[in-house]
C-alpha cells in the first residue's frame, strides 16, 4: 500500500514560467491538503480538497494559484508566472475522514522543492 | 501569535535524557496531533490526543492536554540520537477544515 506519492521530487523553474506539482493520495483516501514549508518554519496551510471539489481554499493566494483534485487521476497544484517567493517545499496530505467528521491523522508526501530562478 | 505554537523553538540534549516540548493553541480544538519531521522530508504522525482526553502514551512518548490552559506537552523519554528531528503539534479546530500547524521544536539528541 503505497503512501502519499508527490512529484516531481524537485522542480526548477524561471520567473514567469509555470509549476505542476502533483499528488496521488493513499488508496482509498478522498481528502487532500496542499501545505506550503519555508526553510525553517512551520506548514501554512494552503487548500482542502474532496473529488471534484474544493472545500476550503482560504490560504491560498487568490491570482496565479489554483489547485484541482479530479475524479480520476492525481491532485495538482499549480502556479503560473512564478516568481522567486514562491519558492519553498509544497507538502500534500491525505486523511480518511471519519463519521465524527473531525480530522484524524495525516498521511504526508514526501513534498516538492520548488526553486524559482 | 498563530495558532499551535510550540516552544522551545530549538532543543538540545544528551542521549539518554528526556526532551520536553510544549504546544499553546487560541481556539477551541476536536482534538491535538504531534507529528515529527526529519530534514528534507514530509511529516509523520506520532500521536493524536482527543479533546475529552488528558493524557496519552504511546512507547516513549507521552502528551498531556490542559484544554482549559489550551496547551499540551510531548515528552520523549530516554532520547536517542535518531530522535533528532523537528516536532510539530497540529490542532484540528472546531471552526476549521484543516489541521493547523505552529511553527515547530528542533531537538538535536547529542550521542
Known amino acids: 500500500n503505497a503512501g502519499v506519492m508527490q512529484n516531481p521530487r524537485h522542480l526548477v523553474r524561471r520567473r514567469g514560467q509555470e509549476a505542476r506539482l502533483r499528488c496521488s493520495p493513499m488508496?482509498?483516501?478522498?481528502?487532500v491538503y496542499w501545505y506550503r514549508q519555508l526553510p525553517e518554519e512551520g506548514l501554512k496551510f494552503m487548500v482542502y480538497?474532496?473529488?471534484?471539489?474544493?472545500?476550503?481554499e482560504s490560504g491560498m493566494p487568490k491570482e496565479r494559484f489554483s489547485a484541482e483534485f479530479p475524479k480520476e487521476g492525481p491532485s495538482i497544484l499549480r502556479i503560473q508566472q512564478v516568481v522567486r517567493g514562491d519558492s519553498a517545499a509544497y507538502f500534500c496530505?491525505?486523511?480518511?475522514?471519519?463519521?465524527?467528521?473531525?480530522?484524524?491523522?495525516?498521511?504526508f508526501g514526501s513534498g516538492t522543492q520548488l526553486s524559482v530562478l | 501569535s498563530q495558532q499551535g505554537e510550540e516552544d522551545p523553538q530549538a532543543l538540545s540534549i544528551q542521549e539518554g535524557e528526556n526532551a520536553t516540548m510544549n504546544c499553546s493553541y487560541k481556539?477551541?480544538?476536536?482534538?491535538l496531533q504531534w507529528y515529527r519531521q526529519n530534514s528534507g522530508r514530509g511529516l509523520v504522525h506520532l500521536i493524536l490526543?482527543?479533546?475529552?482526553?488528558r493524557e496519552k502514551h504511546s512507547g516513549r512518548l507521552r502528551v498531556t492536554l490542559d484544554t482549559s490552559k489550551k496547551s499540551s506537552s510531548l515528552l520523549i523519554t530516554a532520547s536517542r540520537a535518531a530522535d533528532t528531528a523537528s516536532y510539530f503539534c497540529?490542532?484540528?479546530?472546531?471552526?476549521?477544515?484543516?489541521?493547523?500547524f505552529g511553527s515547530g521544536t528542533r531537538l538535536q539528541v547529542q550521542p
Open positions: 496530505a491525505s486523511s480518511l475522514q471519519d463519521r465524527t467528521r473531525s480530522i484524524e491523522k495525516l498521511f
Open positions: 488508496k482509498g483516501h478522498s481528502h
Open positions: 480538497l474532496q473529488k471534484e471539489n474544493i472545500i476550503d
Open positions: 481556539t477551541s480544538i476536536n482534538n
Open positions: 490526543i482527543r479533546s475529552n482526553e
Open positions: 497540529a490542532t484540528d479546530e472546531r471552526s476549521g477544515r484543516a489541521l493547523t
